[in-house]
């Protein structure tokens, strides 16, 4: 039986599709954390947080600093470190503000009805 392994120095590639192993690292500040995470992992970059050791995970928050810089050339798979900020988004339950219940009637409603 055969090992089947690539062919050395790109033989038996098709023309016209080599790769290039270096990537440009696009610009990751003001998305999402989990968006920009998924953004590098697509074309090939790690992303991580100040801090991979951390409890937090790089899935909550906006980016708003990265390293290296966008239009840095790095090899494939490298490592960009991110800053995030917390970013408590639009989501969650509002209380309505406007109009004020009128005096009392919170209360009354947690009273029991007279028999």
Sequence with gaps: MQESRPPPNGEGRKPGKTEDPDITVPDFR??????????????????Q??????????????????????????????????????????????EPRRPIPPAGAIGAEALPEAP
């Design 49 to 94: 947080g100040p801090d991979p050791d951390g409890p937090q995970p790089l899935t909550h928050g906006r980016v708003v600093g990265q390293h290296p810089f966008p239009g840095t050339r790095v090899p494939r798979w490298s490592v960009v470190t991110v800053t995030l900020r917390d970013d408590p988004g639009n989501a969650g339950v509002r």
């Design 30 to 47: 003001g998305m999402q954390a989990l968006d920009a995470w998924l953004a590098g992992h697509e074309i090939g970059l790690l992303l």
